[in-house]
């Protein structure tokens, strides 16, 4: 079977790390194939390298090298680098960059340097991290750079920052205006991320931030239409327990577009090519969509087998939607 997934980073790379998990309990499913769209809107030049916070979320928690209680960054991590940035008063010294991490942003730049495109390096970091032996494809929203900026008003006055300045050195604490995807305009869906909706058994929208990292994927060009068209059932999870966010900001992003900050509105930002919903159990009496079947369970991924199963129900969940019922189309057949 194939699944593609759009994520971001923490939220969703635990997700898809308990999906493979499920996939290969399951017989039946092993053999199946997972490509991850990754949002590329967080990605940062610092110091001259290209940091790319999602896609290396998902590489380290995918590849058993993530910080677990960070859930981003590598785990057994040093920070002497940049001890030395800061001693010869480099900026910024907000965002916490260890040694190990280092070598993934410095081979990344060489190799974007060289002329690579970020899908190739992309390719060459999960290479080291396993994920083909996993069956695992990551592939970057989009090959050419946007960032999601934030405009914003405070002492300084109303202008725009980086959404890593806002997320980590305000921790979305100062309201933000507007979102702007910069470089958006310019920019085309990387190769095979069209395909992979198209072609996909089961489409899958793990508990990623709506706003800016769900939302800044659907913003490439041609990726929404393809959900829109896609055979596939298209099954999401709401990043939302009872309107608070489980993890991060999304409560300060919806309100920054005027969404509801409630699995409902969450929903509503994809009803048109949502087929199913897992919402929180407290919230499933009262999430009604127009199209999509909502069904509660559990949310919380306290654990790997508490997210293994929460992975596994929205899988069931698309199964069941699937039209025909479970008989698989690709020929990935199992
Ligand atoms: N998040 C923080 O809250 N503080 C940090 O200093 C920080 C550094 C960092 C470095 C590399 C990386 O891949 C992620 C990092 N993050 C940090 C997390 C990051 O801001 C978020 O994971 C995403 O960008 C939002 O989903």
Known sequence: MRITALSGGV???RFLRALRTHLDRTP???GSELTIIGNTGDDITLFGL??????????YTLGGGVHEGQGWGREEESHRVQA???AYGAVPQWFALGDLDLGTHIVRSQWLGQGHSLTEVTARLAERWGLPEQRVTLLPMSDSPVETHVVLEDAEGRRAVHFQEWWV???AAVPAQRFQAVGMDRATPAPGVLDAIRTADVVLLPPSNPVV???IILGVPGVRDALRGSAAPVVGVSPLIGGIPVRGHADACLAAIGVESTAAGVAGLYEDFLDGWLVSEQDAASVR???ARVEGRPLLMTDRDAAARLAGAALELALELRPGGVELRSAGRD
């Open 28 to 30: 039946a499913l092993a």
């Open 84 to 86: 030395e940035l800061a």
């Open 213 to 215: 990292s769900i939302g």
């Open 289 to 291: 969509l127009p199209r």
């Open 169 to 171: 050195r305000l921790q």
């Open 11 to 13: 939220g969703g790379a």
């Open 50 to 59: 290209r940091v790319c916070p999602d896609l290396d979320t998902l590489l």
